[in-house]
């Protein structure tokens, strides 16, 4: 490889490097676990102990610091921790919370009923609007309040 090509190539590196910075989210924001297994560490960095370790797929999380290739999250329970930033997606996820909730036809409380999804059932979310979010569970797809889960 002649020097050129080596200059090319840093050259890319430090042009890509910096837009993708800037293309990060603003603090806070939502995103969900992308893998089978995540751990949350105490510090940003392999070497701090674990505080948490995430066997959820999906999970959704709200990111409220960055450093480096590591972002701080906060779970559904409150809890706060660092996690690489490869483990995480920005596919917008939420969990149910309080009691079994139902999901409706429509973004409506008269709306028929097409679900009852239970407290902690975790689905992917879309077109959020006056407090109602479009809440998918495996296909199964139904309108919620968005008073009822945690991730919108």
């Known amino acids: 490889m ?3 090509h080596l200059a090319a190539i840093f050259l890319s590196i430090a042009v890509v490097g910096p837009a993708a910075a800037q293309s990060d989210p603003e603090l806070p924001y939502w995103a969900s676990i992308s893998v089978d297994e995540a751990r949350m560490r105490k510090g940003p960095s392999q070497d701090v102990p674990v505080i948490w370790e995430y066997r959820r797929k999906d999970l959704p999380v709200r ?39 139902p999901l409706r036809e429509a973004a409506s409380t008269s709306s028929a009923i097409l679900y009852r999804a239970e407290p902690g059932v975790v689905g992917k979310i879309s077109d959020c609007a006056n407090g109602w979010c479009q809440f998918d569970v495996k296909g199964r797809r139904g309108w919620i309040e968005t008073d009822h889960i945690w991730g919108d």
């Open 63 to 101: 990111v409220v610091a960055r450093f480096e290739t590591w972002r701080k999250i906060e779970d559904p329970d409150g809890t706060q921790g660092w996690m690489a930033a490869r483990l995480l997606s920005r596919t917008r996820t939420a969990i149910v919370t309080g009691d079994i909730r």
């Open 2 to 4: 002649t020097s050129r």
